[in-house]
Each structure stands twice: as C-alpha cells, then as structure tokens.
C-alpha cells in the first residue's frame, strides 16, 4: 500500500489536506483510500503473477541441462528483455562468439525453450515458450477490482 500511496503522493496530500481543513465528512478520503486500495492490489497480484510465472519456468525446466550463457539469456528473457532476441544481441550479452551464440540458441530450440519468430533470414528472432499457467487468487476483493472494477460506491457497501 505504501508503494502506490508513493505513486499517487500529490493526491495523497491534496485529499487528506482537504480532509483535515472540511467538515466531519470524510467520504472522499474513504473513497481515494479505496482506489487507492484496489490499484496496490492490482500492482501486487501483476507482481506475484511474474514471481509466480518464472518459478514455474524454471521448476518446468529444473531436469534441463543449461550452460551460464542460457541461463543469462533466461534470466533475461524473464525479466522483461527488451526488443527481439537475436544471435547477435546474444553475443552482446554473453560476450560468446556468434558460432557459440547459434549453437546455444540451437540447443534451445531443441529442448522446446526458446522457438523462432515469424520473421527469417537476417531478422532471425527467438522468444520464450511459455506454458501459460492461470494462477488464480482467493480475494473476492482482488477479483472484483481485476474483473469487473466496482466503484469505489459499491465497495463502501459490500467490503466489510
């Protein structure tokens, strides 16, 4: 809760500066708190989702054997590697040569790892092959801001 009261610190101000110098009415600090509430939540449960997702990854892949240059290049993959993976950003990365990066990237696609993108030729791309995996939380309130996002109203009366 911290991290998005830290987000959102100008409306957290604003709102409780306007809560303190009003009446006894503190309606929109309740509602702002709510808002605030269900997007930590969110955050949380995108955080958790990632964990979650590159734990399975790696127990999925746990009985395959992998050099220090794939598991770098995972790790990456993992972590939100930006643009398309190819054997020269490989080398980059690892500091391997490109007939080292191939036969890696090679290895990979045979253990069903990594698998060629749509474009070929000198555009050659790899991605990740994922096993999507739900992971499903137990908080009714999580679930109604991830999936129908009440407002801020209609939590006042169903979130005791």
Known sequence: MSAQIRV???????????????????TDWVIWFLVCLINSLKSTNQLLVHVLAKNDFWSQHAHVGLNDRQKKILHHLLNGFEGNLTSMKWTKITKCSK?????DI????????L??????????????????KKFVGCSLLLWLSLNAMPSP???????P
Do not use: C, M, P, W
């Open 106 to 113: 090679n290895d990979l696609v045979l253990k069903k790892i």
């Open 8 to 26: 959102d610190r100008s409306k957290y101000f604003n709102i409780l500066e306007k809560t303190q110098k009003g009446g006894l009415d503190v």
């Open 153 to 159: 109203a209609f939590l006042l009366i169903f979130v």
């Open 99 to 103: 007939d080292t990066a191939v036969r």
């Open 115 to 132: 698998q060629k993108q749509e474009a070929g030729g000198r555009s050659t791309s790899y991605e990740l092959i994922l096993h999507a």
